[in-house]
């Protein structure tokens, strides 16, 4: 499956950006599905992920009732709608998609997990 990720920009705090991961192949629907995210100078980390089996949803605690992680298997994408930003937000936002899905949390937070990568969309959030 081939990844590319949109929608990044500018944004003052306590705005809203949605990110978008469109994927091709017939399979989109079965594969896990994530973001992270790298800030300058740091590695990069887990965002929130989605499994299919169960429509479950994780989200690191730094997001959590922030951001949002949705898809839509008719159009094969994948979103993460952005609220409340902060400057601590800023990183370039990946979209990652793993097959066949992990289902123990710890592999679905770890970016090594992930077999498939998008280019990267920048996020910058000013004070």
């Known amino acids: 499956v081939q990844l590319q990720a949109s929608g990044g920009g500018l944004v003052q705090a306590g705005g809203s950006l949605r990110l978008s991961c469109q994927a091709s192949g017939r399979t989109f629907s079965r594969y896990g599905m994530a973001w992270f995210r790298q800030a300058p100078g740091k590695e990069r980390e887990f965002v929130a992920a989605?499994?299919?089996?169960?429509?479950?949803?994780y989200y690191a605690d730094s997001v959590k009732g922030r951001f949002t992680i949705s898809r839509d298997t008719s159009k094969n994408t994948m979103y993460l709608q952005m609220n409340s930003l902060k400057p601590e937000d800023t990183a370039v936002y990946y979209c990652a998609a793993d097959f066949p899905p992990f289902t123990i949390l710890s592999s679905i937070t770890s970016d090594s997990s992930y077999d498939y990568w998008g280019q990267g969309t920048l996020v910058t959030v000013s004070s």
């Open positions: 989605f499994r299919s089996s169960g429509g479950t949803e």
